[in-house]
């Protein structure tokens, strides 16, 4: 595997998936995804964005077991497991073109709904929580997206920013786990594939590091801005390329 134009390109869309990461807790896939796919193909960006994923666990997650929501986490993280395997089936067997369209329109679609501003008034429980799991878990096999539905739930409720945070960076843990495991059950975690992440994860490991002295220090109004329209701007290139 030498070093291309492809591969300097994806070390920097690697390095702005990093800084979302770090700052947010989430979205490293949001930007990931569309990028890779057009540089690769869809299920190489898939199986990139769930290694990588890894590094955030060991990253993130001791400070967010303490200010997690359990209460949603749980139900929803056992409902994801549920359906992970079923997108990766999905995702394997359908081709590249129209996974880059179908990647393309739901980022476009949750976009959408973020900007709406529209809020859920009701209470996270077993009943809000599960279904949400079922749609991410799906979401998660087939295009390593999944915290997307999550993010919006919980994005819609009346928790603070960091209890969000918190309770989205474990789901994404227990998520990007059982995505490894069912991709690996697959056998289509290839040498090359593995080859190209470790070269990427060092810049992943000091974007989020970056991104996270970051949190809290910039106006978030500002950086969601950024980061939708980083999002819209990957979406359109996988519609049109």
Same mark, same amino acid.
């Given at each position: ?14 390095? /702005?998936? =990093?800084? &979302?990461? $770090?700052?947010?807790?989430? +979205?490293?896939?949001? %930007?990931?995804?569309?990028? @890779? !796919? ?96 079922? /749609?991410? =878990?799906? &979401?998660? $096999?087939?295009?390593?997206? +999944?915290?997307?539905? %999550?993010?919006?739930?919980? @994005? !819609? ?85």
């Amino acid at each position: 595997m030498g070093i291309s134009i492809d591969i300097y390109l994806a070390i920097i869309a690697v390095c /702005v998936a =990093g800084l &979302i990461r $770090g700052f947010s807790g989430f +979205g490293a896939g949001m %930007v990931l995804v569309p990028s @890779l !796919s057009v540089l690769y193909s869809p299920l190489i960006a898939v199986i990139t964005v769930v290694l990588l994923e890894i590094i955030p666990i060991v990253q993130l997650l001791p400070a967010a077991i303490s200010k997690c929501e359990w209460r949603s986490v749980i139900p929803m993280a056992v409902a994801s497991i549920l359906m992970i395997p079923i997108g990766s089936v999905v995702l394997i067997n359908t081709d590249p073109d129209i996974m880059r369209l179908a990647i393309a329109i739901l980022l476009l679609l949750g976009v959408g709904v973020l900007l709406t501003g529209w809020r859920y008034k009701g209470e996270f429980n077993v009943w809000t929580s599960s279904p949400t799991g079922m /749609v991410s =878990g799906f &979401i998660s $096999g087939a295009t390593s997206l +999944g915290g997307l539905p %999550v993010v919006l739930y919980y @994005l !819609s409720g009346k928790q603070s920013q960091s209890v969000i945070r918190a309770s989205i960076v474990v789901f994404l843990v227990i998520a990007t786990l059982m995505s490894l495991i069912s991709y690996s059950s697959l056998g289509v975690i290839s040498k090359d594939i593995v080859l190209r992440t470790l070269l990427f994860i060092p810049f992943f490991i000091v974007s989020i590091l970056i991104g996270g002295r970051l949190f809290g220090k910039v106006s978030d109004i500002i950086f969601r801005r950024i980061t939708l329209l980083i999002i819209v701007s990957a979406s359109f290139t996988m519609l049109f390329t």
